[in-house]
C-alpha cells in the first residue's frame, strides 16, 4: 500500500484540550470532524498512550480550537510534540476557560471553538474515537483561515508525531 495517500484526505489542524479538576491537557490533532448536524457532533481520535486521551476519560468533556495559518510552529511543535505529562502546555499562552464547560482554549491563532461533552468512545486499537455533542461553539477571527494538514505539510513544513493517524515512516 502506498501510505502517502493518507496525505490526500484533508484535514484541519486543531488543539484538542480538557480538564479534569486541577490538570489540564492539550494537543494537536488532524483527525476531526463533524459527523451529526442535529444535534451537532463531532469525533476526535486520540492516541491512548497521550495524557490528552487520560483526561478526556476521566472528564467525559473536550474542546477544539480550529487553528489559524498565521500559527507558528514553535506553538504547533508544543501541542504536538511534547507530552502534558512532562511539560505544562498553558505556559507563554493565552488561553481561558470556554464559555459553557470552562474548558481551557487557546485564544492566540484561533479560527474558532468548540466545546463537547462525550457521548461515546470507541476503540480502534491505538485510539480512541471520541464522539462528542457540541454544546457550544463561536467564531474567534473570521478574517483568517483555518489552517488544514496540506498547508501544513507544505508551506509550515510540518513534522508528523508518531502517535498521529497519518504517521507515515520514512
Known amino acids: 500500500m502506498d501510505m502517502k495517500a493518507l496525505t ?3 484535514y484541519g489542524i ?3 484540550s480538557s480538564i479534569d479538576d486541577e490538570k489540564m491537557a492539550a494537543q494537536l490533532a488532524n483527525s476531526v470532524f463533524q ?3 442535529e444535534p451537532v457532533r463531532f469525533a ?3 492516541a491512548k498512550q497521550n495524557f490528552t486521551c487520560e483526561i478526556i476519560k476521566k472528564s467525559g468533556k473536550f474542546a477544539i480550537t480550529a487553528l489559524s495559518e498565521e500559527t507558528p510552529f514553535d506553538f504547533m511543535g508544543r501541542m504536538g ?3 502534558g505529562r512532562t511539560t505544562n502546555k498553558f505556559v507563554n499562552a493565552t488561553f481561558t476557560g470556554s464559555d ?3 474548558i481551557p ?3 492566540d491563532y484561533a479560527t474558532a471553538i468548540y466545546e463537547a461533552e462525550v457521548e461515546n468512545k470507541i476503540d480502534v486499537e491505538t485510539h480512541i474515537l471520541f464522539i462528542g455533542k457540541i454544546i457550544d461553539m463561536k467564531i474567534m477571527d473570521s478574517s483568517q483561515n483555518t489552517m488544514t ?3 501544513y505539510q507544505k508551506i509550515k513544513g510540518g513534522l508528523t508525531s508518531k502517535n498521529a493517524p497519518t504517521f507515515i515512516k520514512k
Do not use: C, H, P, W
Open 105 to 107: 482554549v487557546f485564544i
Open 14 to 16: 486543531y488543539v484538542i
Open 8 to 10: 490526500k484526505i484533508q
Open 149 to 151: 494538514y496540506d498547508y
Open 81 to 83: 510534540f511534547k507530552s
Open 44 to 46: 476526535v481520535s486520540i
Open 35 to 37: 459527523i451529526t448536524a
Open 100 to 102: 459553557t464547560l470552562k
